[in-house]
């Protein structure tokens, strides 16, 4: 019992500090551009049972919008990846772009940015030169944003996507899981 009422006060008193640092996230309001790197790891299901790991990296920009309230923030942001996400043993089949559309709400503590992160994600992929195919799907993710000056930026973000597609003239179709680790840079104007 004394171990849980510990455990309890402190979790309060930390409450209380992140509470206290709370401020106007006026400083995150407004239009933001960035560049992103990321490192992308999964798995594809076909229709047929095949399962196949995925892995590889992609670069890309982001261009976004943030409303501040109080310590909150909501904002929207279109984000395109492109680089090559290739099945494990298979190089032939790679996801080669992604066009990310995704709200954010966050809440700022100081000069950082705590958010989540819904949307929808549209992909393009080929196998061996049988495509391009296109996928779509929906993204649920996490993230920090620090801001280093007063127009410069620099994050972490997780994403998970969960991408269908018809990948063939039968109808056959296939599932992509892939979690996206992203570093970020950008500026704010």
Do not use: C, H
């Not at 892995?55 to 909150?72: E, H, I, Q």
């Not at 954010?104 to 100081?110: L, M």
């Not at 989540?116 to 393009?124: A, D, I, V, W």
């Amino acid at each position: 019992m004394l171990k849980s009422l510990v455990i309890i006060l402190a979790f309060g008193s930390g409450l209380g500090t992140l509470a206290s640092q709370a401020q106007d996230a006026g400083q995150w309001a407004g239009f933001y551009a960035g560049l992103t790197a990321s490192s992308n790891k999964g798995d594809m299901v076909y229709d047929d049972g095949g399962i196949y790991d995925l892995d590889g990296t992609t670069s890309g920009l982001m261009l976004g919008y943030n409303y501040a309230t109080g310590p909150w923030v909501i904002g929207a942001e279109l984000a395109y990846a492109k680089g090559r996400v290739e099945e494990v043993g298979n190089t032939n089949f790679a996801f080669e772009s992604s066009l990310d559309l995704k709200g954010r709400a966050g809440y700022a503590i100081s000069n950082v940015l705590l958010y989540g992160t819904l949307g929808g994600t549209f992909t393009r992929w080929d196998e061996g030169g049988n495509g391009p195919f296109d996928g779509d799907g929906l993204l649920l993710g996490v993230g920090v944003d620090y801001l280093v000056s007063p127009q410069f930026f620099i994050g972490a973000e997780y994403v998970v996507r969960d991408v269908t597609s018809d990948w063939n003239s039968l109808g056959s179709t296939l599932d992509a899981n892939v979690n996206t680790v992203s570093l970020r840079a950008g500026l704010k104007f």
